[in-house]
């Protein structure tokens, strides 16, 4: 069960130019059928407040990719993308989920917008999970800004939730911030966490990289630095469940 997360330079608003990247870093790679391929937040645009140009339309093109993807290597394929809310004309955040037949299995929308940039102003905030199956693991993704509150990681958990994956554009001013707080959503909720950030920068931010891969005890199993890389990592679910079992802390939570 091996999990496979992209780290990169995301072109801005360029998909085709990162439909490239992507295509390149998996050609280099060996990746086993069955396998979970994870892609930052927006990976085909960058964090673009531009949503008029950035939107997918009815036959969308990441769709399309993300789908041809994962029938290609014959695994589960993550991925962020950008759709319009017909009632209210803003963005969608959104990650999609495709199965290794290339059907999509999941849709999720970013439930905590990022006021502090004023993605709030451009992009609808979400409500609830979409959460598939992958080999033995439960994955609930979530996006970026998500992180920072653990209340929706304990309704992952209380979902049945033991793989929770994180695709953002992390900026480099808080970097800190991100590692600490990936480590801890995997420990407080004894459940694997694969953040995947992206480096380079857009017209606003830098971003440092620091993909990471973290199990249930809080062990980082593997980290990428500040430039392009691909993290693999074989995940252990048996150990998961006996960690569980061995130290049931989920078993006290209140409410």
Known sequence: MNVIALQYDIAWEDREAN?????????????????LIVLPEMFSTGFSMDVAKVAEDKKSGVEKFLSSLAWQYESHVIGGLVSKDASSGMGRNEIAVYDPSGRPVALYQKNHTF?????????????????????DFTVCPVICYDLRFPELFREGVRNGADLFT??????DARLRHWKVLLDARAIENQAYV??????????????PGGSRIVDHHGVVLAEAGD???????????????????????LDDIKG
């Open 166 to 171: 994180v695709s953002a554009n992390w900026p």
């Open 194 to 207: 694969v953040g995947v950030n992206r480096v380079g920068s857009d017209p606003r931010f830098r971003y």
């Open 19 to 35: 439909f490239d990247t992507v295509r390149r870093l998996l050609t280099r790679s060996v990746v086993s059928p069955g396998s």
């Open 227 to 249: 430039s392009e890389a691909v993290l693999f990592r074989d995940l252990d679910h048996a150990d998961l469940v006996s960690w569980r079992r061995e130290f049931p802390a």
């Open 115 to 135: 006021s502090y940039n004023n993605e709030s102003n451009h992009y609808q905030p979400g409500e609830g999970l979409a959460m598939f199956q992958w080999h």
